[in-house]
């Protein structure tokens, strides 16, 4: 059976900025604080651990003394750093530049008082950041059956979390448009008496993977993603492996792979998310052709 893992897949430019800032300092000084999980992938931060990262929470942050604390690709809303300011925390932002300048846009619109909205998931960690920048006042959705939510009279500016699938934001975007429409009986967008704006912030890493996935799902007879079981990321290309190949299992070691997967497979095809280490699929491909691909 031929193996192959997909070179489209790995981290991304984001996630290997913030590990390669979390390896200089720990390399310096061993011993480094993430606030929260440094990514969404249990084997690679195991591998951190053993050069002296250590994972912390926000309740843990008073206590901590002469630290330095690593904010992750994710970002943080404001108030955690003001809080860390006031208790001496030396901080190191490795926020993914691309979210940051979501951020920065953010709070343009909020400062001109628009109705933020945002495509996402409201407790994932970019989500809360960004919703930090709105002091709280975001709505934050998943789809258009939770359009109820917002206020149609009011000006408004629809952004996404930098991980979700353009599909579903062109379809909210386009939903909004059709009530605020309905609710001021116009027969146009153009014609619209609201401002309305709709900014495609997601990552145009994890967007530009799509088609790639797919084609490369269905040129194998089977597919083994991997990925953290909390990676937003891997959740929604592990489903667009699987909707082009239904024989796409998910995995987040090695460990899990199982034999009746293989069986009578010539092809094995290895993708991940953009927290899955190039070295994980590497270890996952070398298993299956020591175990399984006789």
Known sequence: MKVTVDNNSGFCWGVVRTVDIAEQELAETGKLYSLGEIIHNPVEIGRLEKKGLRTV?????RNLKDAKVLIRAHGEPPETFRKMKEWGID?????????TKVQERIRKFFDKQFQIV???KKDHAEVIGLVGHT????????????????DFTKKTVLFSQTTMDKETFYA??????????????????EEMAVDFHAKDTICGQVSGRDKKLRDFSKSNDVMIFVAGKMSSNGKVLYE????ENP????????????????????TTGISGATSTPQWLMER??????????K
Not at 57 to 61: A, K, M, P, V, Y
Not at 284 to 293: A, C, H, L, Q
């Open 118 to 120: 945002i495509f996402g």
């Open 240 to 243: 667009i492996a699987r909707s």
């Open 57 to 61: 929470r926000h309740e843990d942050l």
């Open 172 to 189: 909210i975007r386009d939903a909004i448009r059709e009530r605020i429409i309905a609710e001021f009986e116009v027969g146009t967008f």
């Open 135 to 150: 002091n709280g006042t975001a709505i934050v959705i998943k789809s258009v059956a939770e359009l109820d939510k917002l």
């Open 284 to 293: 996952v491909k070398k298993e299956i052709e020591t175990k399984y691909s």
């Open 91 to 99: 901080v190191i932002d490795a926020t993914c530049p691309v979210v």
């Open 247 to 266: 024989r796409t299992y998910f995995i987040e070691s090695e460990i899990e792979l199982k034999q009746e997967w293989f069986n009578g497979a010539e």
